[in-house]
């Protein structure tokens, strides 16, 4: 069976573009400001949420590239401990970049036509390599709808040109 098509699916809908927006539309032109804003009765940011997101993209990446590789304590781990009232754009910046590297290192495995995607993870032998692919995929998208309602209730959606 030529898997191409799947693959070339999976890779538009990690990057997003189609079904949701892109992380670059989602964050662009995103004043400093409206980083670790919290909205009334909201429990986390902008920036919380995309923390969230990379921490938790990671570890799915790991899982499936190292059988020694101990995922963070659920669920405190995989949020910041911290949020600085003003953010410091080093830490944002590390944030997108390191999210960005990790997403398209799960591309990259996508796109490798030697791997089987539906075959076992080797260590790990209860999931696919499908099956994590869809996981990352689905949890970005959930949290990139999340930021883009709270640009919309901050005023600060859509983003300027």
């Known amino acids: 069976m030529d898997d191409r ?15 949701h927006v892109p992380l670059a539309q989602a964050l662009a032109h995103l004043l400093p400001v409206f980083r670790t804003r919290r909205l009334p009765g909201e429990l986390r940011s902008i920036w919380e949420i995309l923390e969230h997101m990379r921490i938790a993209q990671e570890d799915i990446l790991r899982y499936i590239q190292d059988p020694t590789w101990v995922s963070p ?7 910041p401990t911290e949020v600085p009232e003003v953010l410091p754009d080093a830490v944002w910046e590390a944030t ?6 990790d997403l398209e290192a799960v591309v990259r495995i ?5 791997l089987d995607l539906t ?6 032998q209860e999931h696919t390599y499908l099956r994590e692919v ?3 995929a689905d949890h970005n998208a959930y949290h990139l ?3 883009v309602a709270i640009r919309r209730v901050l005023g600060a959606w859509p983003p300027e040109d």
């Open 73 to 79: 304590p659920w669920p405190e781990g995989y949020w």
């Open 96 to 101: 997108v970049t390191r999210f960005l590297a």
């Open 119 to 124: 075959a076992p993870i080797p260590h790990a």
């Open 110 to 114: 996508v796109q490798d036509p030697a």
């Open 5 to 19: 098509p799947l693959r070339a699916n999976l890779v538009e809908l990690l990057r997003g573009g189609s079904a």
């Open 134 to 136: 869809l996981l990352v």
């Open 145 to 147: 709808g999340q930021i």
